[in-house]
């Protein structure tokens, strides 16, 4: 599929491979929210492929629960856990890549603020200003044609 450029993004993470079919974006709604869990080279790509996509970057309070999340997953090998932690260290530089930061302390707290961003950028999306203005001058002109006899 890398070869075939069948996925929107993909990168191999920690031994291991992923990637986001480019097929799943065509099956569903146009006007529906798609959510991708990448890392930051997926967003990167997901950027370069989507003109007005939004990326947040979801974080840790600090770096102690990020390694309590990571010991919690499962036994993970000293080795390992270095390899992740730099991994992270190397993607928190990247957040001003991103056009938001969500910061995962209370579950419910992120939750809501990931729903605002959704919220707001679908209403961006649904009251984009050239289109309601271009919708207001047609009318505008039918309207002046009726009232003056057309």
């Known amino acids: 599929m890398i070869r075939d450029e069948a996925f929107l993004e993909w990168a191999e993470v920690h031994g291991h491979w992923y990637g986001s079919s480019i097929e799943n974006l065509h099956h569903g709604p146009e006007a529906q929210t798609l959510l991708f869990e990448v890392d ?7 950027r370069r492929a989507i003109e007005d996509v939004v990326l947040v970057f979801v974080m840790t309070p600090s770096l102690e ?29 990247k957040v001003e890549d991103f056009d938001y930061l969500v910061i995962n302390d209370r ?12 919220t707001v950028e679908s209403c961006k999306r ?3 200003i ?3 203005t271009e919708r207001w001058a047609k009318e505008i002109e039918e309207h002046k044609k009726v009232k003056e006899g057309y």
């Open 40 to 46: 930051w080279n997926g967003a990167s790509q997901i």
């Open 65 to 93: 629960d990020l390694i309590r999340r990571i010991k919690g997953r499962g036994p993970i090998s000293p080795e390992e856990l270095s390899a992740r932690i730099r991994t992270a260290t190397l993607e928190i530089q």
């Open 107 to 118: 579950f419910d707290e992120a939750l809501n603020e990931l729903q605002s961003i959704i």
């Open 126 to 128: 649904r009251h984009h």
């Open 130 to 132: 050239p289109t309601w």
